[in-house]
């Protein structure tokens, strides 16, 4: 289903699973995709979306939309049917542009077809609509993908620490504090976990195909 995705493509249909789990969904909805494409492509957040962070959007969803307990986070979670309608859509949208591959700016459009979800009805009110942005991202190239399976090169990584609440930077990256479960790529990163008062603890982590793994972290007084 995912052999036309580009690798940001891929990586935001794992996250909108991820954030499914988090706000404790069943399956995740359009503003789950929203956050995840948002995630997964920050130079495209950043380029088309200039009066809102990531963190501003995510605000607007959590006002407005009910958070249960946390659940598992799986490769396996099913879409609901208004986001298998955007997927659709973006397939389409790609088509359209006369790209073969499908990538985050094709799920944003995808999104805003969505016209009565809330993840459109917010990308509307951040000055997006789809006939600017189909125009904006036209002479976009998208670089072909080997066809990989999500469900093979993602797993879910744990991230404790203790003293809790310490930041967590994933190659120079903010994602979170701990305790934190992060959907990543098969391959090596680079783990960097900070916290006031303590030393900092920076590890190599190799992430290993559809493996759940949980990293630990003993912080040390200092600094």
Known sequence: MFERYTGSGRRAIFFARYEASQYGNPYPEPEHLLLAVLRADQALTERFIKNATLADIRKQIEERTEIRPKTSTSVDLPLND??????????EEAERLGH???????????????????AAEILRANGLDPDTFREAIG??????QEPISPKRDFSVVRIISNPAGAEIEIDGKFVGHTPAELPLAAGEWNL?????GFLPWERKLL???????????????GG
């Open 82 to 91: 208004a986001s298998k309608r955007v997927l659709s859509y973006a397939a």
């Open 100 to 118: 073969k591959n499908i990538g985050t700016p094709h799920l944003l459009l995808g999104l805003l077809r969505e016209e009565e979800s809330l």
């Open 139 to 144: 002479s976009f190239e998208f670089a072909p």
């Open 192 to 196: 960097h976990i900070t916290k006031t």
């Open 207 to 221: 992430v290993l195909p559809s493996a759940r793994q949980n990293i630990a972290a003993d912080l040390v007084k």
